[in-house]
């Protein structure tokens, strides 16, 4: 088990280049539930916001915005997705702490300025072979062009790409940001 800590070095994500849509503040996600309260905004890490904002200013110069799906989790959120899909390869174990949980990771498509998403290999939160890296040679040209764009920006800021969820980029080494069980409401205090 890792350490869990309340103190925390987390930002509200605010950036004329991303558009926050965050699924889990929704019923539209994998549990069925709303999990996140209705309007949470983004939180990372502070140095991590830093490297997304980077991204989303190159983002800008190809005429696109970055959508965010998700970023900070608390730790009973990830417990709450543990008990639903217990598969290490599309949720992380909160017993080893996750990604989403210490504010390093987040799940980011590209979109137009009208925030439609540009074509991916398949819909946010598909768990099978479709998300997986490894079939990106196989994508239609458009397809391949756009999750290829993605991984380009994200990879050249620092993020790394999950190979089991094309949308997921985690900013590594894990150990480096402490597991959070701070709720959304105490954050937006």
Excluded at 35 to 51: F, G, I
Excluded at 76 to 89: A, G, L, N, V, Y
């Amino acid at each position: 088990m890792h350490a869990i800590t309340d103190h925390h070095n987390l930002v509200r994500v605010t950036h004329p280049n991303i558009i926050a849509e965050l699924i889990y503040a929704t019923v539209n996600n994998f549990t069925h539930q709303q999990l996140y309260p209705s309007n949470t905004p983004l939180y990372l890490h502070k140095n991590v916001a830093q490297h997304l904002y980077d991204a989303a200013d190159e983002c800008a110069t190809h005429g696109l915005y970055l959508k965010i799906w998700d970023a900070y989790r608390p730790l009973s959120m990830q417990r709450k997705m543990w008990e639903i899909i217990p598969d290490e390869r599309y949720v992380s174990n909160p017993a080893k702490g996750g990604y989403h949980t210490r504010g390093c990771a987040l799940d980011v498509t590209l979109c137009d300025k009208n925030g439609t998403n540009l074509a991916m290999p398949s819909d946010f939160d598909c768990f099978d072979e479709r998300a997986h890296t490894t079939n990106f040679d196989q994508l239609p040209d458009d397809i391949k062009k756009n999750v290829l764009l993605l991984k380009t920006i994200m990879e050249q800021h620092g993020f790394t790409q999950n190979n089991y969820e094309w949308w997921h980029f985690d900013f590594l080494p894990l150990e480096k940001f402490p597991v959070l069980a701070i709720s959304f409401e105490q954050l937006d205090v």
